[in-house]
Every structure is written in C-alpha cells, then in structure tokens.
C-alpha cells in the first residue's frame, strides 16, 4: 500500500495514482512522486490539492486494468476494452465500447476490428509504403497500469536500407484512463537511424493512421 495519500481542500481523500519514480540512493528518502488524479474545472478556475504521507489512498470505483498474453495486451477501463498486438504492431487490434452500460462488451458493441491495414501508413516521397505492421518484434512496455491511468508504449527503430528507402521507425504511447470511453494517442515518427553510419533524410509524401471501423 502507497504511504501517501491526496485530498481535497475540505481533507477528504481523492482517488489518485501515485508512483514513486526515485529515492535517494543512500537514505532511502523520496525524491520525486509521479501523481496522476482527475478534477474538473471551469475556465479560470482553480483547485488546490495536498499530499499527505499518513496513507490510506484511494483508488477509483472504476479501475483501468492491463492483462498481457504471450501475444497482445488488453487494457480495460471499464467502459472500453480494446487489445494491442505484440508482434506486428496496428496500433488497435480490437476496440470495444460498453454501448449499453450492462457491465460486458458484446461482439455488437465492437467498434474497431483486427486488420493488417491499421496503424500508421508512411508513404515515401518515392511512393514506397511502410506500415507500422509491418515490423514483426516492436518494442511493447507497459509502463503505467492503473488503477486511474494505464500506459502502453510501442516503439520501432528507423532503419535505412537504401538512398532512396529507409523505414520510418514511430514512439506510440496509449494513455487509457479508469472510466473514460476513449483512448489518448501519440504517434511520433522518429528520423534517426541507428543500423548505418550514414543515412538518407526521411522524406515524407503522406503519413495517415488507419483503422477498420465498425459502426454498424
């Protein structure tokens, strides 16, 4: 159990992810906290919030869970379910919307369906394609998994291959938060390759994230 804790301005204690990212090395001492809550505020408006280390902090009603296979990662946040392939990356493989707020996620309440063409689509300034699911190994790190925020990231390299091709490599962070029925992204092409010496700029014609919907 965290030994912190946040609340309000009244005292009252507020749902809160809180990590712990360092410690001094010889004392054991906190250095820095990472604390993730919700609030909502109107223009202008501001709320104050305190730490405290006496514990007792509280997570969500609704919590942001993360299970893995040896294949895919599916994140849950209640009210949206949707699962991140391991190999050959497609940015979501499947997504599903708890439509009828009856607690499941039916096959009529799919909304994304599995697909080698979703995910990130490079186009070349000399027209060669480059899907995101092309790469069989990406980089898969679940780096935050609730109870309030789970983040997943997915990261390939750039890889030159000739002076008139080189696969664009991507960083990809899906943010999922308890409760909520969407999912944050961003998707950052990266430039720099690390298997040549010497490389070829990263033209660009188009780039485009796509996704096989189903909305019935």
Same mark, same amino acid.
């Given at each position: 159990?965290?030994?912190?804790?946040?609340?309000?301005?009244?005292?009252?204690?507020?749902?809160?992810? =809180?990590?712990?990212?360092?410690?001094?090395?010889? &004392?054991?001492? %906190?250095?820095?906290?990472? /604390? +993730?809550? $919700?609030? *909502?505020?109107?223009?202008?408006?501001?709320?104050?919030?305190?730490?405290?280390?006496?514990?007792?902090?509280?997570?969500?009603?609704?919590?942001?869970?993360?299970?893995?296979?040896?294949?895919?990662?599916?994140?849950?946040?209640?009210?949206?379910?949707?699962?991140?392939?391991?190999?050959?990356?497609?940015?979501?493989?499947?997504?599903?919307?708890?439509?009828?707020?009856?607690?499941?996620?039916?096959?009529?309440?799919?909304?994304?369906?599995?697909?080698?063409?979703?995910?990130?689509?490079? =186009?070349?300034?000399?027209?060669?394609?480059?899907? &995101?699911?092309? %790469?069989?190994?990406?980089? /898969? +790190?679940? $780096?935050? *998994?609730?109870?309030?925020?789970?983040?997943?990231?997915?990261?390939?390299?750039?890889?030159?291959?000739?002076?008139?091709?080189?696969?664009?490599?991507?960083?990809?962070?899906?943010?999922?938060?308890?409760?909520?029925?969407?999912?944050?992204?961003?998707?950052?092409?990266?430039?720099?390759?690390?298997?040549?010496?010497?490389?070829?700029?990263?033209?660009?014609?188009?780039?485009?994230?796509?996704?096989?919907?189903?909305?019935?």
């Amino acid at each position: 159990a965290s030994p912190f804790r946040v609340t309000d301005a009244s005292g009252s204690t507020v749902p809160a992810q =809180i990590t712990v990212l360092n410690k001094q090395w010889q &004392s054991g001492y %906190v250095r820095h906290l990472l /604390i +993730t809550l $919700e609030t *909502a505020l109107n223009a202008n408006e501001k709320r104050i919030f305190h730490l405290k280390d006496d514990g007792g902090n509280m997570a969500p009603a609704t919590q942001v869970s993360v299970s893995e296979t040896g294949t895919d990662i599916t994140v849950n946040t209640g009210v949206l379910r949707f699962k991140v392939k391991k190999q050959n990356f497609n940015l979501f493989d499947e997504v599903f919307i708890d439509a009828n707020v009856n607690g499941s996620f039916e096959p009529g309440e799919q909304v994304i369906t599995t697909s080698a063409n979703n995910g990130g689509i490079f =186009i070349s300034r000399q027209d060669s394609v480059f899907k &995101s699911s092309d %790469v069989a190994a990406p980089t /898969i +790190t679940v $780096e935050e *998994a609730g109870p309030l925020r789970a983040i997943i990231r997915v990261e390939t390299p750039t890889i030159f291959l000739d002076i008139t091709r080189q696969r664009p490599g991507h960083m990809v962070r899906l943010y999922a938060y308890a409760g909520k029925p969407y999912v944050k992204v961003e998707y950052t092409l990266k430039n720099s390759t690390f298997n040549s010496k010497y490389a070829w700029p990263l033209y660009c014609k188009d780039f485009s994230v796509r996704m096989r919907l189903n909305l019935g």
